[in-house]
């Protein structure tokens, strides 16, 4: 699809959702890809970009960001406590944190004058998938406490269900729990499910094979 398509249709999913136009921001996934790749979707105006490694960002936006230097990137993937300091000069958003000592790490570093990170997300687990990143639910509340305690500026939830499963309900307990904790940013919704995750409340859906198909491929 292209980005004007994915635009439509986004905005169409709203309108049935009875959402406001404008109440879901796309995140074009840019992993895997190429700056070839990457630029016609700039040059188009988009801005919004998640990459899920901290080094292949590392090596392909402070390139971009010469030429782009309004766009913006979301950390969707897992992050190291080791690699915190770089993430938090890449990334505008961290959508993956998931446990203490993470937070802890952030908290020592946030301080930094080269932090360009404003916004925490809590990756969570809503499938208990033993090999998949994310806090489980029950320790939610003790993480959610753990960055309030901190003063990170936590704003939302994010989620990935497991692959082979009705993605439906774990939007509905991603939502759920937000509106409980009182976080408003809810990143739910992939190339396959974006629609479902925008009726459930998704507020940044993020696409990737979708919107990068037909480019080729890093290995
Ligand atoms: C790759 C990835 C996406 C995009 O998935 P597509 O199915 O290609 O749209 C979204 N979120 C995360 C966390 C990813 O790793």
Known sequence: MSLNQIYKSIELACQTAGRIPGAVTLLAVSKNQPLEAILPILEAGHRLFGENRVQEAARKWPILRTQYSDSRLHLIGSLQTNKVRQALQL????????????????????????RRTSKILIQVNTGHEPQKGGVFIDDLPTLIDLCRAHGLPLMGLMCIPPAHEDPSPHFQQLAVLAKMHQLPDLSMGMSDDYLVAIAKGATWVRIGSALFSKSSRLK
């Open 91 to 114: 990334f505008d958003v961290i959508e993956t944190i998931d446990r203490p000592s993470l937070i802890l790490a952030l908290v020592k570093e946030w301080d930094n004058p080269n």
